[in-house]
């Protein structure tokens, strides 16, 4: 079998392709005449493969094209913008790399152009009075940020505190001890509510610190090993050092001993072992404004899921880690966490509108609410996500009056999540100087198609104008990125990341972004989250069962009654169940799922589904996507005839008896399935592994990697029902012929969690991260500021404006109170 070409890195698209053209000439001038003979548009891959199909009519020419280079090159297309006689190729060879080249349908001749000429291409589609405008806004975060370091291997991506560290070592390296000095300073400022910590003032240059190192050392290690800090606390004072180095003797010797060497001969294991170690970060504050933020009666509401599970877990893992540096560092200091999220008086029943509540099983840790204010008064009730953007400003100053006033200090770390709390994080870190990490969870451009070209379109209902420009401002603000798997920064074979789809694009009208984010940026980590094992274990550990819940759980899947809280029944309870949980957003796709199941006799002859997601009534539900789902399950139901066969109870919010179904699922030797049109990660794939269940998760997204295919579980193509229901059904076929099978899968599963996603792991990397980038962004003062400045600019100018034009609803607020 002849090998698929592939393009070196070195062979550009616009070299190489001329010559590919040449070979299929007359076939290719014949696909050309199809692509511009219908005028202008913009054709996906489909749309080219299609185009291909009905041009060359020979299978045995058709697959000769297809199998060369040009086929390598249309099938790394991701667009191509038609602009007769032009069509404008976007070719993506690789994750986190791009070409542009326009091809003149008449004669086949190639040419390179740059991204913009290529986003103009595309605008002329949209709006050719823009697209022709020489003043058009034009955004390049590339042309300010021009000196920051770059990765260049694609496998780097995603490991940027790996490469600062490398950068940093390579510094301090530099021989003179200049290059030392600003750690030194660093370690200068470094205090607890004005108390010195590690070194102080009298340690007035490199050397002196090097020496003094070197006397210390010899010190502590004639001390016994577990001599107390305290006992010699003011010895090693008179020689310049404070607290903060250990709490033994022997914990004090050995970072000294980094110290020294990290001066002396640095590398990325020593300078990774010094930051995880020094006493930089005791207070964080994370944001999370939208949905409803809460530690009970929450999950399954309206932009209320993994997010908020997530942030709680971490806030738990973080401050486990912190309690246990700090104590290594033989500090007494309390670390504080405070999740600020926005206070909403009209709580449905949870406690969002409580001001401060602590957080269980922590023991310093707090959620604060601050409520969305504007001149008519405080917003009583929820607001989507997608419309929350014009109370941002003011949440943001009352926010941070409100964390000064409860931490009583500046925080050391500020971590956004989503949007809308990536922008408040941006905005708090840069005017009080904090170092800033941000989460996506998920990036709405590519959930929906042409999202910023259609940005019209979509722009009273989504608002995504403010979206994009909130998300382009945080990404390039931060100092790092968190991300839970590669595919969400750069993407996969077929389609770009999350990230990198903000590379380059338009909004025609608005702006024309031509450099707005790179891949290789090392601001990108890569740090996956667990899942709560206290709460998601697997059904074989029965002395650990939450028995309790076994009765209500009964009813909820098997009872024969319809009420508010499950519809339709199981006739045969033998059968294994599969199921699925989500919130009921069209993107989760549940209805797809019932859907396959409607048309799959076989599967449904093997297995019954169950569902948990939104609610029955879809006049009870203030939420676009959530209604337009309720009315197509009930339609469903009613189509394919699914009672005795399918339940579908609604959205559950204690996670304890959500942890203790998978596993009754698991009792039934079922399945989870999460048939997701696109799944930034998935939480509700770990927790089902977690509780031993084995998982069928949607290829597109994060699924796709925290599954390895036929091993811990299985990918499905949420656009392909078909073969996603037999490949389920196939699986409990096997199933019945082979008693082992389902063991098999379900103990790989948790094999794969427990190596790749636990929360301990993962608080470690992101404290590693605080310290290592807090230092890195004062090694960069100046270009941080100058880049800051090109951000700040950006903001007053494009997104406040557009912020100004999300409607605000004119009544239900309440008085703002008197100040006390
Ligand atoms: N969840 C829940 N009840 C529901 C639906 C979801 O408790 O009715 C929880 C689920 O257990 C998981 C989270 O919400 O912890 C959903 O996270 P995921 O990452 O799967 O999706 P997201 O909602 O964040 O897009
Ligand atoms: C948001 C999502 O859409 C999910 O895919 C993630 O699992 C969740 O946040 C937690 O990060």
Known sequence: ?????????????????????????????????????????????????????????????????????????????????????????????????????????????????????????????????????????????????????????PSSIGNGLNFILKLISSRLNASSSDYAKPLLDYLLALNHHGQNLMINETMDSVEKLETSLIRAQSFVSALPKNTPFLNFEQRLKDMGFEKGWGDTAERVGERMRTLSEVLQAPDCVKLESFFSSLPNTFNIVIFSPHGYFGQSDVLGLP???????????????????????????????????????????????????????????????????????????????????????????????????????????????????????????????????????????????????????????????????????????????????????????????????????????????????????????PKFNIAAPGADQSVYFPNSEKQKRFTKFHPSIEQMVYSKEENDEHKGFLADKKKPIIFSMARLDKVKNLSGLVEWFGKNKRLRNLVNLVIVGGFFDPSKSKDREEIAEIIKLHALVKEYQLNGQFRWIAAQTDRYRNGELYRCIADTKGAFVQPALYEAFGLTVIEAMNCGLPSFATNQGGPAEIIVDGVSGFHIDPNNGEESSNKIADFFERCRADGE????????????????????????????????????RQLRKEPKLAKQSYIHMFYSLLFRTLARTVPVPSDGYEPVPMPK
Not at 64 to 83: D, M, N
Not at 744 to 762: D, E, M, N
Request: glycine share 6%; hydrophobic share 40%; with cysteine.
């Open 1 to 153: 079998m002849a090998s698929t070409p592939a393009l070196k890195r070195s062979d550009s698209i616009a070299d190489t392709m001329p010559d590919a053209l040449r070979q299929s000439r007359y076939h290719m001038k014949k696909c050309f005449a199809r692509f511009v003979g219908n005028g202008k548009r913009l054709m996906k891959p489909q749309h080219i493969m299609e185009e291909i199909e009905k041009s060359i009519e020979d299978g045995n020419e058709k697959s000769k094209v297809l199998r060369g280079l040009l086929g390598y090159i249309l099938s790394s297309t991701q667009e191509a913008a038609v602009v007769p006689p032009h069509v404008a190729f976007s070719v993506r060879p690789n994750p986190g790399f791009s070409e542009f080249v326009k091809v003149n349908a008449d004669d086949l001749a190639v040419d390179g152009i740059s991204v913009t000429e290529y986003l103009k291409f595309k605008e002329m589609i949209y709006d050719e009075n823009w697209a022709n405008d020489e003043n058009a806004l034009e955004i390049d975060f590339g042309a300010i940020d021009f000196s920051s370091p770059r990765m260049t291997l």
């Open 741 to 776: 099978y389902w063991k098999k899968i379900s103990a790989a599963g948790l094999q794969r969690i427990y190596a790749c996603y636990t929360w301990k792991i993962y608080a470690n990397k992101m404290l590693n991260m605080g310290s290592t980038y807090g230092f890195w």
């Open 303 to 521: 932009d209320t899921g993994g997010q908020v599970v997530y942030i709680l877990d971490q806030v738990r893992a973080l401050e486990e880690e912190l309690l246990l540096r700090i104590k290594q560092q033989g500090l007494a200091v309390k670390p504080q966490i405070l999740v600020v999220t926005r206070l909403i008086p009209d709580s449905r029943g949870t406690k969002c509108n409580v001001e401060l509540e602590a957080i269980v099983n922590t023991k310093h840790s707090h959620i604060l609410r601050v409520p969305f204010r504007t001149d008519k008064g405080i917003l009583r009730h929820w607001v989507s996500r997608f419309d929350i953007y014009p109370y941002l400003e003011t949440f943001v100053q009352d926010a941070t009056a409100k964390i000064l006033e409860h931490m009583d200090c500046k925080p050391d770390l500020i971590i956004g999540n989503y949007s809308d709390g990536n922008l408040v994080a941006s905005l708090m870190a840069a005017k009080l100087g904090i170092t800033q990490g941000t989460i996506a969870h998920a990036l709405e451009k590519t959930k929906y198609e042409d999202s910023d070209a259609k940005w019209k379109e979509f722009d009273t209902k989504y608002h995504f104008s403010c979206q994009f420009t909130a998300d382009l401002i945080s990404m390039n603000s931060t100092d790092f990125v968190i991300t839970s798997t590669f595919q969400e920064i750069a993407g996969g074979k077929d389609r770009p990341g999350q990230y990198e789809s903000h590379t380059a694009f338009t909004m025609p009208g608005l702006c024309r972004v031509v450099s707005g984010i790179d891949v290789f940026d």
